[in-house]
């Protein structure tokens, strides 16, 4: 099973604890992958030296810096399930290019991803590698038994459509 995170590594994106989880399930002998896909952020270097360093580098943990769109769009559709840990959030594209894709999504139970997400995610809650690596766990046999939620389907508003809401609310 492999898990992609999309977005640029910053402490507020959640990787830390993401790394955390997939350490957790690897010491289990969970047969998962996790893909990272981000440039470099703000206050990244711990992580990035973690990542870079760890004994799954390159076997079950994979992080890419730059991937063109075609690259993208090849991970997601290669993907079992998007994870979204991020402690706070604006808006979460990935959610949407993951609905757009059909991918299953498994999001820190914020409000901008239930707003973008709503019924069409599973949600977990905790700081913990510990809490992330059960959700983790849960997620895989509901999916397992076809009851996990799936993202196809999800509505989303084009870019278009988008600027037209924010356009009436300004009138």
Same mark, same amino acid.
């Given at each position: 099973?492999?898990?992609?995170?999309?977005?640029?590594? $910053?402490?507020?994106? /959640?990787?830390?604890?993401?790394?955390?989880?997939?350490?957790?399930?690897?010491?289990?002998?969970?047969?998962?992958?996790?893909?990272?896909?981000?440039?470099? /952020?703000?206050?990244?270097?711990?992580?990035?030296?973690?990542?870079?360093?760890?004994?799954?580098?390159?076997?079950?943990?994979?992080?890419?810096?730059?991937?063109?769109?075609?690259?993208?769009?090849?991970?997601?559709?290669?993907?079992?399930?998007?994870?979204? #840990?991020?402690?706070?959030?604006?808006? /979460?594209?990935?959610?949407?290019?993951?609905?757009?894709?059909?991918?299953?999504?498994?999001?820190?139970?914020?409000?901008?991803?239930?707003?973008?997400?709503?019924?069409? #995610?599973?949600?977990?809650?905790?700081?913990?590698?510990? $809490?992330? #690596?059960?959700?983790?766990? $849960?997620?895989?046999?509901?999916?397992?038994?076809?009851? #996990?939620?799936?993202?196809?389907?999800?509505?989303?508003?084009?870019?278009?459509?988008?600027?037209?809401?924010?356009?009436?609310?300004?009138?």
């Amino acid at each position: 099973t492999s898990f992609l995170s999309v977005g640029t590594l $910053e402490p507020r994106k /959640g990787y830390l604890q993401t790394l955390q989880a997939f350490e957790c399930l690897w010491d289990q002998g969970v047969d998962v992958n996790w893909v990272l896909v981000g440039k470099f /952020g703000w206050k990244a270097s711990a992580l990035t030296s973690a990542i870079q360093k760890h004994p799954m580098f390159n076997q079950k943990l994979f992080w890419e810096s730059k991937v063109s769109d075609e690259y993208l769009e090849c991970l997601y559709q290669q993907a079992d399930c998007l994870i979204a #840990a991020s402690e706070g959030e604006g808006f /979460g594209l990935p959610l949407i290019e993951a609905g757009q894709k059909g991918l299953p999504i498994l999001a820190r139970d914020l409000t901008v991803f239930k707003e973008v997400a709503t019924d069409f #995610a599973s949600y977990f809650n905790g700081l913990t590698g510990h $809490e992330l #690596a059960q959700a983790i766990l $849960e997620w895989m046999a509901l999916n397992q038994q076809g009851k #996990a939620p799936q993202s196809v389907n999800m509505p989303f508003l084009s870019w278009q459509q988008s600027t037209e809401q924010l356009l009436l609310l300004l009138e």
